[in-house]
């Protein structure tokens, strides 16, 4: 019981710290909304995406040191292991401080779910939904869905086997069609929902018993480069628990257009 | 070895009852047997021991069925497929293919699947030895930086492949997550000399065959199952040369075979020997006097055989351009006295001849008939050269004159070619068998003599000489008819 009381105390403290955030929309820009059909549309259930605002870069170390500075609570030693496991912030050398190691520019990972979630928070935003991300991820620099192109195709699945790319600094990837970077070729990124295939009453689970997105499935849906790509993804995400902090995966924040 | 088995028969029979004797209310040892074997109890842990290939762990023996903890490593990391050719391969336990697990029937295994920090993607294994959904892959999906455990009774004996199974799962085991689990039945195997495992699979990879440097997946061609690579244990060259595996005559021999595929099926082969015993599919069929056995892209088999002669016996996949072109080739390296009653050893040109693309050696009745086309410059001669390069010593030199590591030697940059052209011009018209220094590597294999015309191997020993940084000398037909009346 004791420790359900402190989670609510966080729960209550992030929700007072959230009203203090600073509302800013720099270094975002505009995704324009439409309507896609995702991996797991089988049926062709396309989904409507609404414009929304979207960081141009992953948030890097930097970014992340400073809202450690103001949230102290979410270092390393402070941070609750039902909200970051072991491996939170594993890489940095002190407490509060990235060390020489890493690079202040690159990349922030080995974040959980729940850190990620109270960082957008805190500045006035939210992490992407899946659909989201997908949605601004199809692009490539020219075109807003490349998901038919297969040189586009190949480059992500090239960067799924290249190691070690989370050395990289931010911005060190492609300028996308709506002026997004880094969203593929430098880390995984957290997405709000992101095992919302895996339980949700609307995916194939409930209606093909197998389909959870290893064997069965993806020999069944996966005819091509396209589908192997975004497999990938969604088997990544599908891998992934909330408090779970991984060298691979950091995060970016949107915004929603209507609260502005 | 007839005598020695019923010696050692009569020995278990008297051990068995000099205990009995001895200690009639005492275990003899001798397992009690079960109706299912579900029902043997695993007693006390134990840490399995892995191997990498070509090894594989110690025999079960006479242990009883154990809790089997076996902690399996995935690491994503950069490896090399032939010389100049590097892949990211994706391994269970940092090779490919994974470690080999042992186990018996009744242990009760508890799989600890670790997935390295560094990695970038989530991985999950499937083990044919599982009865259980997914073969344990839904209970194995596991995130970089985490391990999931699962626990599965081994109940049916035989030789069983374990793969990746996470989406896309012909990705993962193109590039390399599949290995084997051995279930022995209680006993263990009858004892061999030797052992040794050997898992065949096909890659694809962006540049063909040779193209150097670190080279991506093609998601397209492994669609197309059109393989740039087809090798034994993950890379051209882990089983030939100093890597040959090797046993002494009169031992048996036996080996553990798996195909990791993605897709294509494997005609395994041993050159000269006869496969005894063929435990057929990993399973209880044996057959025996085999030639060639088909093991299945996702399956495995278990082959015998006594070596009765000296030499090198060569493993290949005998659907013969995979071996050849591709690298599904592995030596046995055997030593010992000789048989002559088995095998003479005296014909003329060794024990195998190696298929270029090329005409072999036929008895040659009017002398060699002249070039249709004799060429009339440099530039021609090049051209010329390159076209019967390509025919006649790209199989085994390779493109661009780079050889294959311990078996054919490099061209390229040749300090034994540029040495003495003459020779060169000789090893052509004769062959050349026995060991050589190149470059300060050994080579010890056979080149059969080519059937060449003078213009022809002018040619081509021009082409040779003017490209990859060689000497740049000129030969002309004249030279080489000089050298062909020599002998």
Redesign the interface.
């Known amino acids: 019981m004791n420790s359900f009381s402190k989670i609510i105390t966080v729960l209550v403290f992030g929700a007072v710290v959230s009203t203090h955030s600073l509302a800013q929309s720099e270094n975002m820009v505009l995704i324009k909304g439409g309507v896609y059909i995702p991996l797991y549309g089988v049926d062709s259930t396309a989904v409507t995406v609404d414009s929304f605002l979207m960081d141009v870069y992953p948030v890097s170390n930097n970014n992340y040191l400073t809202f450690l500075q103001k949230f102290p609570e979410w270092k390393r030693s402070k941070a609750k292991r039902l909200f970051a496991d072991g491996?939170y912030l594993?890489n940095w050398e002190g407490d509060g401080n990235m060390g020489s190691q890493l690079l202040p520019d690159a990349p922030i990972t080995?974040v959980s779910w729940f850190a990620a979630k109270k960082y957008c928070e805190c500045q006035g935003k939210r992490l992407p939904t899946v659909d989201e991300w997908e949605y601004a991820a199809m692009a490539d620099e020219n075109s807003p869905d490349a998901r038919k192109t297969?040189s586009y195709n190949?480059m992500i699945?090239?960067w799924?086997?290249?190691?070690?790319?989370f050395d990289k600094t931010i911005g060190s990837t492609f300028k996308n069609y709506w002026g997004v970077y880094d969203l593929h070729g430098l880390v995984?990124e957290w997405t709000q929902d992101f095992n919302s295939v895996l339980i949700s009453g609307e995916s194939r689970k409930d209606v093909d018993k197998d389909s959870?997105?290893?064997?069965g499935?993806?020999?069944v849906g996966?005819s091509d480069?396209m589908n192997?790509a975004a497999?990938?993804r969604?088997?990544?995400r599908?891998?992934?628990?909330a408090n779970?902090?991984?060298?691979?995966?950091g995060f970016r924040c949107v915004k929603d257009i209507q609260i502005e | 070895m007839k005598t020695a088995l019923i010696e050692n028969i009569f020995m278990k029979m008297f051990l068995v009852g000099t205990l009995l004797l001895l200690s009639s209310c005492v275990d003899s040892g001798e397992e009690k047997t079960y109706e299912a074997t579900e029902d043997i109890p695993a007693s006390r842990e134990m840490i399995a021991e892995l191997t990498a290939p070509p090894n594989v762990p110690r025999g079960v023996g006479k242990r009883k069925a154990k809790k089997l903890i076996v902690n399996m490593e995935v690491l994503e990391e950069e490896g090399e497929m032939t010389d100049g050719v590097k892949y990211v391969y994706w391994t269970f336990g940092g090779s490919v293919p994974g470690s080999f697990i042992r186990t018996r029937v009744g242990d009760e295994v508890e799989f600890h699947l670790k997935n390295h920090p560094d990695n970038k993607l989530p991985h999950n294994i499937d083990l044919h030895a599982v009865t259980g959904p997914g073969g344990g892959a839904t209970s194995s999906f596991v995130a970089p930086g985490h391990e999931a455990q699962f626990s599965f009774k081994v109940l049916n004996p035989g030789l069983y492949v374990y793969h990746c199974a996470t989406a896309p799962v012909g990705m993962h085991i193109a590039n390399g997550m599949y290995g084997l689990i051995l279930v022995e039945p209680a006993g263990g195997l009858p004892r061999v000399d030797r052992e040794y495992y050997v898992m065949q699979g096909d890659f694809y990879t962006k540049g063909e065959n040779g193209e150097r440097g670190l080279q991506p997946f093609d998601m397209q061609k492994a669609v197309d199952e059109d393989a740039d690579y087809v090798v034994f244990n993950g890379k051209v060259g882990s089983m030939t040369g100093d890597n040959a595996i090797t046993a002494n005559v009169g031992e048996t021999v036996r080996l553990y075979v798996g195909n990791g595929g993605p897709n294509l099926v494997s005609s395994f082969h041993v050159i000269g020997e006869i496969f005894d015993v063929v435990r057929v599919e990993g399973g209880d069929l044996i057959n025996t006097n085999v030639q060639t056995t088909l093991i299945p892209a996702g399956g495995a088999a278990i082959v015998e055989f006594r070596v009765d002669v000296p030499g090198t016996f060569i493993l290949v996949d005998h659907s013969i351009f995979r071996a050849f072109n591709k690298g599904a080739l592995g030596m046995l390296n055997v030593q010992g006295e000789e048989n002559k009653k088995i095998y003479s050893g005296t014909q003329e040109e060794g024990i195998y001849q190696p298929e270029g693309g090329g005409i072999q050696e036929l008895p040659d009745q009017d002398g060699v008939a002249e070039s249709e086309i004799p060429a009339k410059s440099f530039s021609e001669r090049m051209e010329f050269g390159k076209i019967t390069y390509q025919q006649t010593c790209f199989a085994c030199h390779q493109a661009e004159g780079q050889g294959i590591p311990n078996a054919f030697p490099p061209l390229a940059k040749s300090d034994y070619l540029n040495a003495d052209v003459n020779r060169a011009i000789d090893i052509i018209l004769q062959g050349k068998r026995g060991e050589i220094v190149v470059n300060g590597e050994k080579y010890n294999s056979v080149m059969t003599r080519q059937d060449l015309n003078d213009d022809d191997l002018a040619n081509v020993l021009t082409y040779i000489y003017n490209s990859w940084g060689n000497s740049k000398k000129e030969v002309t037909p004249a030279m080489v008819r000089a050298r062909r009346n020599q002998h």
């Open positions: 491996n594993i080995n297969p190949q699945l090239d799924y086997e290249a190691p070690r790319s995984w959870n997105l290893f064997c499935s993806a020999a996966a480069l192997y497999f990938m969604y088997a990544f599908g891998s992934l628990k779970y902090s991984v060298k691979n995966l």
